[in-house]
């Protein structure tokens, strides 16, 4: 079966978002280094535009629009960045949004959404079905529905990251990258293998949701009950349609990490980096660091998914 | 009377740490800009090795030791940014190092200095003589003395974070530089003057230490005691000899901001732009932010002089 995506989509994906996206800096640290016993190159999308990834593929999707879908708007579900990346992109290109968020998304995230001028509908994530609701909604207004994850536009929007970071410092041994629906590793491990065949490309999930690591050992997409974990982006219930192709052809395993690893993660980004991850941000950094994956003498790309986290949060997590 | 440093020096330090002291990050954020009416350019010296502009000072002057010096060893008196970096320095070109330390200095940064192979020394702040303490080690070892501001050398190595940043960005109306004891802004006044005469180069001071104010409206050095403010890269009681000078001649204006004002500014530099400032970092950013200076419509050049802060620390600011 061919998969949605392959490497000259994100080559187009790449010159649209080019000049509208920020190209994300690849920072190293020599502690970290040392503690890894590698090298590591992070790929910062927390310094992305709107604080994550998402802005790739939410922006490589929009620009994609007839004018027909521009005039009628976009709407979305997200458990916060897919939100603010659809609304920015929105606001840039002229496009009317509404978007479905789970009513405990991190404050800084709601409000961050609204001020890019988009309408929030908010939605329990214990007990609502935020697809059903996004679909109502697109349904009664026209609008086009862009998932967070599983639509050929978004994933290669966001293997433009990967696409960057191997342009910028070359061959990779592994490239560790946080997996929730499936979105950014399925983008990245298109944009990685084809540049680099023998690149081994792992998925970091949190322990408490790791449906695709499921989901990859039997052979099938399994679903699981919304995870509770700190990681709000990778609290995905299951990959998708589109997504797991991908992950079963060019990932090459995926490993997990926990809450405390991901507090730990934050806390050295902080600390030695001088940098602000999310939760979520931390999953490859704490399996480069933590020992989740054997990385000895490797070079490694760590790909930090977003810098989103509610500063009373942080600080929670710091202290 | 002539000046301690000229651009010619700074050039020089200039060539020195080419390859050793990272080139920092010039970071820019939309909604800074939108929040200050102007287009600011942050020199993110946060991201400088050791974390602080301290470095290019410290290893400026160590690379110009002789023989004989380099064998002896270096010792040094600082709050701690500038024993890091001329632990740092000092470890990179083989040269033995003691520094005097307070002993209230950020855990982080007595860590790290040890850290670097440097032998520890600490005092009193508010009690202790800390330039007596170091000259008596200076000369029970034949160690030379490197102060932390007040030498030519550590003056042309901090103006290299300006020229850097006017290089990237060109002309500027303001440049925005906190200041402790003079070293940073005095070389970064000389680089900015002579690369654009007509550039305003302003000094930022916590409120509670405002010395270098009084003693540039009073036509000589004005010693207070050591300011308590969470500055701690401010707390100096006076500026230099040769600080002095520049600053009379060079430096436009010397503005105040309050230690919650510092809060303010480390609190948007997590939040917005994803990045950990020490509160000493937030002074130009705090002016710049907050209208301590009138900059409006204006390309202003904000230097954030380190990152350096405990993350206990830094968890009760964001809380």
């Known amino acids: 079966m061919s998969l949605a995506i392959n490497f000259d989509d994100i080559q187009l994906a790449a010159q649209r ?8 800096p690849v920072l190293t640290s020599r502690t970290a280094n ?20 998402k802005f790739r593929g939410a922006y490589n999707a929009l620009a994609q629009f007839t004018p027909e879908q521009r005039k009628a708007g976009v709407c ?3 458990s916060g960045n897919h939100a603010q990346g659809i609304a920015l992109s929105a606001q840039l290109l002229g ?14 995230k709601l409000a961050a959404t609204r001020g890019y001028g988009a309408e929030v509908i908010t939605y329990d994530r214990y007990k609502d079905d935020r ?36 342009e910028e410092v070359g061959q990779l041994d592994t490239l560790l990258v946080c997996l929730g ?22 998925g970091v999930e949190p322990v408490a949701g790791n449906d695709a690591q499921q989901s990859k050992r039997a052979g099938k997409i399994i679903k699981i009950n919304t995870p509770k974990t700190i990681a709000d982006g990778a609290q995905t219930q299951f990959v998708g349609q589109l997504t797991f192709p991908v992950i079963q052809e060019l990932v090459d395993d995926i490993v997990t990490v926990s809450d405390a690893q ?34 000895k003498g490797q070079r490694v790309g760590v790909i930090i998914s977003g810098g989103n986290v509610d500063i009373a949060q942080l600080a929670k997590y710091l202290a």
Not at 17 to 24: E, L, M, S
Not at 95 to 104: E, F, K, R, S, Y
Not at 287 to 292: D, K
């Open 95 to 108: 496009i009317p949004a509404a978007i479905v968020m789970p009513l405990d998304s991190p404050a800084i």
């Open 17 to 24: 978002i080019k000049g509208v996206a920020n190209r994300t």
């Open 76 to 78: 979305a579900f997200s």
């Open 34 to 53: 040392g503690q890894a016993g590698a090298e590591l190159f992070f790929k910062c999308e927390n310094y992305q535009r709107m604080g994550a990834f």
């Open 181 to 202: 629906g499936g979105g950014l590793i399925s983008g990245c491990a298109v944009a990685a293998k084809h540049l680099n065949p023998k690149i081994r490309v792992i």
């Open 262 to 295: 991901l507090i730990e993660a934050m806390r050295f980004a902080a600390g030695r980096m001088k940098m602000v991850i999310e939760p979520t941000g931390g999953l490859a950094m704490a399996a480069a660091m933590q020992g989740a994956v054997d990385v």
């Open 131 to 166: 697809e059903a609701l996004a679909k109502q909604l697109s349904q009664e207004r026209g609008m086009t529905l862009i998932p967070p994850y599983d639509h050929a536009h978004v994933m290669a929007g966001q293997g433009t990251a990967a696409l960057e970071l191997l």
